[in-house]
Nanobody, 118 residues
Framework: QVQLVESGGGSVQSGGSLTLSCAAS????????MSWHRQPPGQIRELVAS????????EYAPSVEGRFTIRRDNEKNLVYLEMDKLEPEDTAVYYC???????????WGQGTQVTVSS
């Protein structure tokens, strides 16, 4: 059974930092691209960052480039999103996604709330 469990969300003031974690199980993590997405209030879900199975390739949304860092630990089946210089516009529910697992389907975590106050 595939499980993705996010943690690390919370409330922070503008300019602050948070690190989100996603614990993965039930699928071949080392072979799977992982990504973080977010859904601001009243808006559609959007891609924030992705990381290849080896961690060698990362991509970021322009709005977070230079402020957020995605990384993974293939020994511990964890993927992280380090968020710096947070802005109120970063307020959203953040979701972890396992991309195209076994070339069959994507899986999502339950999400974790991040709130940035000005």
């Amino acid at each position: 059974q595939v499980q993705l469990v996010e943690s690390g969300g919370g409330s922070v003031q503008s300019g602050g930092s948070l690190t989100l974690s996603c614990a993965a199980s039930g699928f071949p993590f080392r072979s799977t691209t992982m990504s973080w997405h977010r859904q601001p209030p009243g808006q559609i879900r959007e891609l924030v960052a992705s990381i290849s199975n080896t961690g060698g390739t990362t991509e970021y949304a322009p709005s977070v480039e230079g402020r957020f860092t995605i990384r993974r630990d293939n020994e511990k089946n964890l993927v992280y999103l380090e968020m710096d210089k947070l802005e109120p516009e970063d307020t959203a529910v953040y979701y972890c996604k396992a991309v195209n697992v076994r070339r069959i389907q994507d899986y999502w975590g339950q999400g974790t709330q991040v709130t940035v106050s000005s």
